[in-house]
């Protein structure tokens, strides 16, 4: 069974920087968008990035252009994404997930869903 596992969060201080990984096993994401989101508690999930299975589109939330970046490496089934200046506002908890859809910003159109990794951002 195909199953996303997300790492890298913890617990950081408002400015510094955290990489996300999210690593595919039990299958392979081919042909697959990939989408990272995030959920704060008592908030909707919503979009930070996303990626196409080539890399060569990549699509992210207004609020974290500049500051972000979605990468793959297909070789190792795997999606990282680079957070820099980290926010306070920005705690939460984030998901990696993985959709065939052209829609890459709706969260319902993702098939497949990771069980998430803490991020906490300290003022």
């Known amino acids: 069974q195909v199953q996303l596992v997300e790492s890298g969060g913890g617990w950081v201080q408002a400015g510094d920087s955290l990489r996300l990984s999210c690593k595919a096993t039990?299958?392979?994401?081919?042909?697959?968008?990939m989408g990272w989101f995030r959920q704060a508690p008592g908030k909707d999930r919503d979009f930070v990035a996303a990626i196409t299975w080539s890399g060569g589109l990549r699509y992210y939330a207004d609020s974290v252009k500049g500051r972000f970046t979605i990468s793959r490496d297909n070789a190792q089934n795997t999606v990282y994404l680079q957070m820099n200046s980290l926010k306070p506002e920005e705690t939460a908890v984030y998901y990696c997930?993985?959709?065939?859809?052209?829609?890459?910003?709706?969260?319902?159109?993702?098939?497949?869903w990771g069980q998430g990794t803490q991020v906490s951002v300290s003022s």
């Open positions: 039990g299958g392979t994401f081919s042909g697959y968008r």
């Open positions: 997930a993985a959709t065939r859809s052209h829609v890459v910003g709706d969260p319902k159109l993702y098939a497949y």
